[in-house]
């Protein structure tokens, strides 16, 4: 089986970042994948959240160029686990790709050598077969909300769940009746039989966690709009 690395590494509000980064210095034969504009699709605002999931064809493309296709083994890395990796893990299964694999504790784990540059990345042919059961959407959210066995976890950072702050969205808060869970912090024990879906602040984030719960042996769905695409549709807001 080939092994393909893809760096995966970006900043929020610096679009150029994850590239020059890659540029100087990244894992020998590692592509690169674009967590702005190639693993999420147009900016949706209150359809879909300032980071949409891709467009299918546009997602086989990138991947394809990037190496990834049938028989490859993706090893994803970014920096610190801030959810690029975790992205094109959670995206590539939702795709039907499972021979994908996070490097823990990211490129600051890596302990052999870097190269700088463009690398010369082999293109590969991606076959998409869509998972349906992975996602949920803001109506099915609020259908389950006080449903039993229903979890709903905010992995967002503890001072933006309790909207004591918001940077970045219009509104500060929480859906109401979600746990918190930040990405940055080991995953609370959940019941087992629950049924559990993620959100974050834009829905890349929420694959940290939920690749966190996946390696304990729980299920999650993601929310993909999340917050940004919640609090733009004037749905309910809880605080505290």
Same mark, same amino acid.
């Given at each position: 089986?080939?092994?393909?690395?893809?760096?995966?590494?970006?900043?929020?509000?610096?679009?150029?970042?994850?590239?020059?980064?890659?540029?100087?210095?990244?894992?020998?034969?590692?592509?690169? $994948?674009?967590?702005?504009?190639? $693993?999420?699709?147009?900016?949706?605002?209150?359809?879909?959240?300032?980071?949409?999931?891709?467009?299918?064809?546009?997602?086989?493309?990138?991947?394809?160029?990037?190496?990834?296709?049938?028989?490859? $083994?993706?090893?994803?890395?970014?920096?610190?686990?801030?959810?690029?990796?975790?992205?094109?893990?959670?995206?590539?299964?939702?795709?039907?790709?499972?021979?994908?694999?996070?490097?823990?504790?990211?490129?600051?784990?890596?302990?052999?050598?870097?190269? /700088?540059?463009?690398?010369?990345?082999?293109?590969?042919?991606?076959?998409?077969? @869509?998972?349906?059961?992975?996602?949920?959407?803001?109506? /099915?959210?609020?259908?389950?909300?006080?449903?039993?066995?229903?979890?709903?976890?905010?992995?967002?950072? @503890?001072?933006?769940?309790?909207?004591?702050? /918001? @940077?970045?969205?219009?509104?500060?808060?929480?859906?109401?009746?979600?746990?918190?869970?930040?990405?940055?912090? /080991?995953?609370?024990?959940?019941?087992?039989?629950?049924? $559990?879906?993620?959100?974050?602040?834009?829905?890349?984030?929420?694959?940290?966690?939920?690749?966190?719960?996946?390696?304990?042996?729980?299920?999650?769905?993601?929310?993909?709009?999340?917050?940004?695409?919640?609090?733009?549709?004037?749905?309910?807001?809880?605080?505290?």
């Amino acid at each position: 089986m080939q092994v393909q690395f893809v760096d995966c590494r970006w900043e929020l509000g610096k679009s150029e970042r994850g590239r020059e980064l890659y540029l100087a210095g990244h894992i020998p034969g590692a592509s690169f $994948l674009d967590v702005e504009t190639q $693993l999420s699709g147009p900016p949706g605002g209150a359809e879909g959240g300032r980071h949409p999931l891709p467009d299918p064809n546009d997602f086989a493309r990138a991947a394809g160029a990037a190496g990834i296709g049938e028989g490859t $083994l993706v090893v994803a890395y970014d920096q610190g686990m801030n959810g690029g990796a975790a992205r094109l893990w959670w995206l590539l299964r939702h795709f039907g790709h499972d021979d994908v694999a996070v490097l823990r504790g990211g490129l600051d784990a890596w302990i052999g050598p870097l190269r /700088e540059g463009d690398e010369e990345i082999e293109p590969a042919e991606l076959h998409l077969r @869509p998972r349906t059961d992975d996602v949920i959407a803001a109506e /099915e959210i609020e259908a389950a909300l006080g449903r039993p066995g229903f979890v709903l976890v905010d992995a967002r950072v @503890p001072e933006r769940y309790r909207g004591e702050v /918001e @940077p970045i969205d219009p509104v500060a808060g929480h859906i109401p009746g979600a746990v918190n869970m930040p990405y940055t912090s /080991e995953v609370d024990a959940v019941e087992p039989g629950s049924e $559990l879906a993620v959100y974050c602040g834009s829905g890349i984030t929420a694959a940290v966690t939920i690749l966190a719960l996946e390696r304990e042996g729980v299920a999650a769905k993601l929310y993909p709009g999340s917050w940004s695409e919640w609090s733009r549709r004037g749905l309910a807001v809880e605080r505290g």
